[in-house]
């Protein structure tokens, strides 16, 4: 059974810090992984996708990076804004063709000014 | 403007009633998706549809029904069968099953 691991629970860093938040997954048979970003009470926006065969996705600050075979990600957010301040999930799609993403509990991001 | 629209953004069930939520996207998805979500157990998949007039069932389908009788839209009723259905409530959609979810803006639904 899929599992997704995210550490750590929750980080505050000052503004202008680069942080990198971490995912793991226990099955690697994955087909793809997405990165969101959810904001207290509101639905999920989506930050980036990586194809199982792709190893990183950009957009603006945002990194994310994929090693399937050690079951990792990461979430790389160059110099931090207090906009930033958020909930960020991580979410893996299996290997059956169902669409079906397993979450990880998600990391709670806090930028200060 | 395109995306996904759900409603009501707050609702209230007494026991034993049936209520329906309502999602909607203009995105030309094929699949779409209902999530529940809470406190400490992150999101769970509910049911899913990756094309018209068909659907499945997810990890906690139980005292749950849904629909797909139009491409845009994928009704979620939480039945009385439903022990707990206080949560957060969430619907997606993909442009075809192993693409890019996209979520709309939530449904919390309280048990008075």
């Known amino acids: 059974k899929q599992e997704v691991t995210q550490i750590p629970a929750a980080l505050s860093v000052p503004e202008g810090e680069n942080l990198v938040l971490n995912c793991s997954f226990t099955?690697?048979?994955?087909?793809?992984l997405q990165w969101f970003r959810q904001d207290p009470g509101k639905g999920l926006t989506s930050l980036l996708l990586?194809?199982?065969?792709?190893r990183e996705q950009t957009s603006g600050r945002l990194n994310a990076s994929l090693d399937k075979s050690s079951g990792r990600s990461t979430l790389y957010i160059a110099a931090s804004q207090p906009g930033d301040s958020a909930t960020y999930l991580c979410a893996v799609s299996g290997s059956s063709n169902t669409g079906k993403l397993i979450f990880g509990q998600g990391t709670t991001l806090q930028v200060k000014p | 403007d395109g995306g996904i629209t759900q409603s009501p953004k707050y609702l209230f069930r007494k026991e034993g009633q049936n209520v329906t939520l309502s999602c909607e996207q203009n995105?030309?998805?094929?699949?779409m998706y209902w999530y529940r979500q809470d406190p400490g157990q992150g999101l769970r998949l509910i049911y899913y549809?990756?094309?018209?007039?068909?659907?499945q069932k997810g990890d906690i389908a139980e005292g749950y029904s849904v629909s797909r009788e139009k491409k845009e839209s994928f009704p979620l009723t939480v039945t009385s069968a439903q022990k707990n259905p206080t949560a957060f409530y969430l619907c997606a959609s993909s442009l075809r099953w192993d693409g890019e979810q996209f979520f709309g803006p939530g449904t919390r639904l309280t048990v008075l």
């Open positions: 549809s990756q094309i018209v007039n068909d659907f």
């Open positions: 099955d690697s048979a994955i087909y793809n």
């Open positions: 990586i194809q199982s065969s792709q």
């Open positions: 995105l030309n998805h094929d699949a």
